[in-house]
């Protein structure tokens, strides 16, 4: 379960992220986002990728969110052996390749927290504040500590963002 | 793409298969199979499983076989770091694990050909003899390969079984 906020990002951020927490790697990640063969994700608020990364490549199986003010939600996270090959196999089994969604981040580290610093393409700057938590127990406490360093970023939960960046794209190439 | 015939094991094949082939290596294989969520892989007859071997996990996608003497098949094998992380996400997916095949296979090599002898859990003996091609340019020629490997164990291609251990379980098990 990964327990998750996320914020639009503002000038500067990035030197308070870096004053509370400890850089650990930057990395260009590319996301082939599908589409399933008898349900509509985007109903169900699931989501399937397959990332590639310096890495490695991971397929992820997302979970609809669990809150009201949080992206939180179940992940299953497989590393797998080839990208191609990956994509492949989804699409035999019915599955549409919906959208690409390429980002650089930046990932950094306070205690069992990761925050992220995203470019994302075609979206612009955010911020991720993640920790990620073995079954639900100790989601609240989570849920807390995510919010609690955000306010230390300047950001408020008021203006948590609970949509993926898949959501923002196809939102914005909607209009 | 596998191309690959099938057939009952008599007593004694494999010493034949020693006297042809080099051995390579010996597994357990436990592979579970699952059925697809809006389509029935017995008609469509695909198949999607995850096996667990020494050899690490691996999940295997089949495709519909491709001629009417053999059990030849497109194949798209993934390898993956997490057997219960890869039953678990499909499963989110909505694949149902339908049966498990366990064998104990030993493998063998005769040139770009792979011999397995196979002890099937609740099925019995049998022998497999493969080889994969890139694309379907050189079918005919793997699938006269494979009958010729067959009729120098003293199988006849007219015995060749086209069932896969799975659909012969699934028989086996309606009775």
């Known amino acids: 379960m990964e327990v998750e906020v996320k914020f639009k990002a503002y000038d500067g951020v990035e030197n308070r992220i870096k004053q509370i927490a400890e850089f650990v790697i930057e ?13 509509d994700f985007k109903e169900s608020d699931e989501a399937l990728r397959v990332r590639k990364d310096k890495e490695g490549i991971k397929v992820t199986y ?21 990208y191609n090959k990956a ?17 650089l981040r930046k990932i950094y580290r306070i205690g069992d927290a990761i925050i992220c610093y995203d470019k994302v393409k075609g ?17 609240e406490i989570a849920k807390q500590k995510v919010f609690e360093i955000a306010k230390q970023l300047g950001f408020d939960s008021k203006n948590s963002i609970r949509k993926s960046y898949l959501e923002l794209l196809e939102e914005k190439n909607r209009v």
């Open 87 to 103: 994509i492949k196999l989804f699409e035999k089994l019915g599955f549409k390749a919906v959208r690409e969604v390429v980002k």
């Open 123 to 139: 979206l612009g700057k955010f911020v991720e504040i993640e920790i990620e938590i073995e079954g639900k127990a100790n989601f």
């Open 27 to 39: 990395k260009l990640e590319e996301d082939l986002y599908f589409n399933h063969p008898c349900r």
């Open 62 to 82: 997302k979970g609809a969110k669990v809150d009201k003010e949080t992206k939180s939600r179940e992940e299953i996270k497989l590393k797998v052996d080839d």
